[in-house]
T-cell receptor
Framework: DAEITQSPRHKITETGRQVTLACHQTWNHNNMFWYRQDLGHGLRLIHYSYGVQDTNKGEVSDGYSVSRSNTEDLPLTLESAASSQTSVYFC????????????FGPGTRLTVL | RKEVEQDPGPFNVPEGATVAFNCTYSNSASQSFFWYRQDCRKEPKLLMSVYSSGNEDGRFTAQLNRASQYISLLIRDSKLSDSATYLCVVSTGTASKLTFGTGTRLQVTL
């Protein structure tokens, strides 16, 4: 069965370290997204991609970067982790033209100390 | 003002009750509308799309009022398994991007 996975599921790191969160989907979807979810803010879009070599900034992209070298993966990198980036991170994917049907990964809980 | 606003709840209802959630959106150019469900500490999952004519999926009915920029979700005959947070979601402009409300929490009790 097709799926979308994230790793690690939990991560504790220190301020200033570089952290990469992995996202892998086997749906063969063109579109991939990264969100963060915090109390009081709901899901906020960090970065998104419509295909290989395509990346775009979302509403809260500062301090994050992504790259898309193949269809299946969209890793999210925190260049220099800050305590404000403590959050739950969700990756999602969707078919081209099927905006509303996004499939989410199980999430990564990141704590920056 | 948030782009998508929801009452956070919680809504505490007994099994078998009917409950309704509302959501308002600020961008009149919004084109597509959805309800997602999120269980505690889990990922969001699409519950249903919302169409102008209104649509039903079993015990769930969704309505859209474009003039008032208002979306609703009605759940009839609530089950314990309906306990979750319901996210109102809007797509504006670039079709593949979604804007999520903060969610309304529902707790169904015996």
């Amino acid at each position: 069965d097709a799926e979308i996975t994230q790793s690690p599921r939990h991560k504790i790191t220190e301020t200033g370290r570089q952290v990469t969160l992995a996202c892998h989907q086997t749906w063969n979807h063109n579109n991939m997204f990264w969100y963060r979810q915090d109390l009081g803010h709901g899901l906020r879009l960090i970065h998104y991609s419509y295909g290989v070599q395509d990346t775009n900034k979302g509403e809260v992209s500062d301090g994050y970067s992504v790259s898309r070298s193949n269809t299946e993966d969209l890793p999210l990198t925190l260049e220099s982790a800050a305590s404000s980036q403590t959050s739950v991170y969700f990756c999602a994917s969707s078919e081209r033209g099927r905006a509303g049907t996004q499939y989410f990964g199980p999430g990564t809980r990141l704590t920056v100390l | 003002r948030k782009e998508v606003e929801q009452d956070p709840g919680p809504f505490n209802v007994p099994e078998g009750a009917t409950v309704a959630f509302n959501c308002t959106y600020s961008n009149s150019a919004s084109q597509s509308f959805f309800w997602y469900r999120q269980d505690c500490r889990k990922e969001p999952k699409l519950l249903m799309s919302v169409y102008s004519s209104g649509n039903e999926d079993g015990r769930f009915t969704a309505q859209l009022n474009r003039a008032s920029q208002y979306i609703s979700l009605l759940i009839r005959d609530s089950k314990l398994s309906d306990s979750a947070t319901y996210l109102c979601v809007v797509s504006t402009g670039t079709a593949s991007k979604l804007t999520f409300g903060t969610g309304t929490r529902l707790q169904v009790t015996l």
